[in-house]
């Protein structure tokens, strides 16, 4: 028997329509790449949003058409987000760190027809023009005085919503229709993409919200300093104007001084992003001997925080957050907010939860898995591969059949490739992953990437890329190298490694070693060499 209920499909765009009527106080705070503070209500930001979804049609863009963007956290690259996804369109975002070679990749395989971009990465544009589809076509994300001059033939954001209507009749659609796509480098090979639809997206948005319901509330000012090019800003771009919260979008400054500047401002309450910006953050708040007016929260993803890092915060009086997911996740699959009952224990109690990645959001369901195959106890003691499943999480991946294939097993999970411990009442910890990904500043390099591309010098017979620790960065990748003969010169094997590697990627350390160290199988033991070079040379 069925209940006798209506079904309505959950759509992207019904979260503004309702957020422009029942919220109109509240909206987006914008620090602009024109060098301005831009503000706009949420009920003025559906309007720009109709006018582009119009615009977009008269582009040509049709239902499953992919339109990607490259824009850091602004007002606009917020109005791609719904104007894409809400005439049936797929919103692909693109992370400007990735390499060329990656991101010349991501492009043409996910097919995009336009690219949207803020003119800090015109640059970008005109260096990897050529790899794209001849097809492509470029908006310019700037006020039409401030339009660049360029090579490539580009459209102009502003003179494309010029004149359009301000009222859109949204379409209807199946809710499991496609709306995000989000390509993860986390892996070794080229890209794989994460391809996100309405209706997962909006349970995110719905289960993110009531994990933090002190945060994401109305009136509550929120700086995501999480990319939007980042699995979507951790969803913040749907939780927070579903819950009437404010977002204050840093744009491209993102170090200590302007994040402390604008967050003083804006008077920001709970600020979102990894680690690296947190340590940057910190300084300029010592620098200036107190907090930024109204902070007193803060969610760290991307990577473990330190402890150090988040003692000093917490003795601040900022509530610290850890969170953890994935891209595939969309991406939030834990909220550590500390339990009521330990509300009065001592500081150094608090510390010992919060290092921790916290307790599962809703709809997320997690099982460990040993060596044998066999599911493990959730007892806080046993360790071993996190799976999970739910309606948020991926079922498979873009066009990649082989990598659906061996990212789900038998019984339909998404193996994460940590290695874990939950205890009875649902806290996760992350103890190690299971391949030797690097993880820099919340980013990832793959160590086997890099060493194939090392491997090809005729002066290397062997090596290893290894994560050592790094204070502002978390990891950083050092290579470890056995030579042919005489090594070669450092730089050498750099400039070898630059065309495929964003520069930030590049190894921080080189050494040369005779002989790599072995496991009984006769793999190099990464664990060694990481255990012998954990405090660098």
Request: contains cysteine; charged residues 20%; proline residues 7%.
């Amino acid at each position: 028997m069925e209940g006798l209920m209506m079904h309505r499909p959950l759509r992207i765009a019904d979260i503004l329509a309702h957020t422009a009527q029942i919220f109109p106080d509240e909206g987006i705070v914008s620090r602009r790449t024109e060098g301005d503070i831009h503000r706009q209500s949420y009920p003025e930001t559906a309007v720009r949003v109709a006018k582009l979804a119009h615009a977009l049609r008269a582009l040509g863009v049709r239902p499953g058409d992919r339109v990607a963007t490259l824009a850091w956290n602004g007002y606009r690259h917020f109005e791609l987000y719904y104007a894409i996804s809400g005439i049936g369109a797929v919103c692909h975002t693109i992370n400007p760190r990735l390499s060329a070679e990656q991101m010349g990749y991501i492009v043409t395989h996910a097919g995009d027809s336009l690219l949207f971009f803020d003119t800090t990465f015109l640059p970008i544009i005109e260096g990897l023009a050529p790899q794209f589809p001849e097809s492509l076509r470029y908006v310019a994300m700037v006020d039409e005085q401030k339009h660049p001059e360029s090579r490539v033939e580009c459209l102009n954001y502003e003179a494309l919503l010029a004149g359009q209507p301000a009222h859109f009749d949204w379409p209807e659609f199946d809710e499991t229709t496609a709306a995000a796509l989000c390509y993860t480098s986390g892996t070794t090979g080229n890209p794989k993409g994460t391809l996100y639809s309405h209706r997962s997206t909006v349970l995110h948005a719905l289960c993110t919200a009531i994990s933090l319901p002190k945060v994401l509330r109305e009136g509550s000012r929120i700086l995501p300093v999480v990319p939007l090019f980042h699995v979507n800003a951790w969803g913040l771009p749907y939780s927070a104007p579903l819950t009437g919260a404010s977002l204050v979008m840093p744009g491209p400054g993102l170090d200590g001084p302007s994040l402390f500047s604008l967050m003083d401002s804006e008077r920001v309450y709970s600020a979102w992003g990894v680690p690296t910006v947190w340590l940057g953050l910190q300084r300029e708040i010592e620098a200036q001997g107190r907090l930024p007016e109204g902070f007193g929260h803060l969610v760290v993803g991307g990577s473990a925080a330190p402890r150090a890092m988040i003692e000093g915060f917490e003795t601040r009086g900022v509530d610290v957050c850890h969170a953890w997911g994935m891209t595939e996740m969309s991406p939030i699959g834990t909220i550590g907010n500390l339990p009521p009952r330990l509300a009065d224990r001592p500081l150094a109690e608090k510390l010992d939860v919060k290092q921790k990645q916290g307790r599962r959001a809703f709809g997320v369901d997690m099982k460990l898995v040993g060596e044998d195959g066999a599911e493990l106890p959730q007892d806080g003691k046993a360790t071993g591969e996190l799976f999970v499943r739910g309606n948020t999480i991926a079922a498979g991946y873009y066009d990649n059949a082989e990598a659906s294939a061996e990212a789900i097993d038998a019984e339909g999970w998404f193996g994460t490739g940590d290695i874990a411990r939950i205890t009875p009442d649902g806290v996760l910890s992350i103890t190690d992953r299971t391949k030797d990904l690097i993880k820099s500043g919340g980013e990832w390099i793959s160590s086997i990437d890099m060493e194939n591309v090392v491997m090809g010098h005729p002066q290397v017979t062997n090596c290893a890329a290894i994560a050592v620790p790094h204070e502002k960065w978390g990891e950083r990748p050092m290579l470890v190298v056995v030579p042919k003969g005489e090594a070669p010169e450092p730089q050498a094997l750099r400039d070898l490694l630059a065309p495929h590697f964003a520069s930030w990627q590049l190894p921080d350390d080189i050494l040369f070693v005779e002989e790599l160290p072995l496991t009984a199988t006769g793999k190099v033991s990464k664990l060694t060499l990481r255990r012998q070079y954990a405090a660098g040379r």
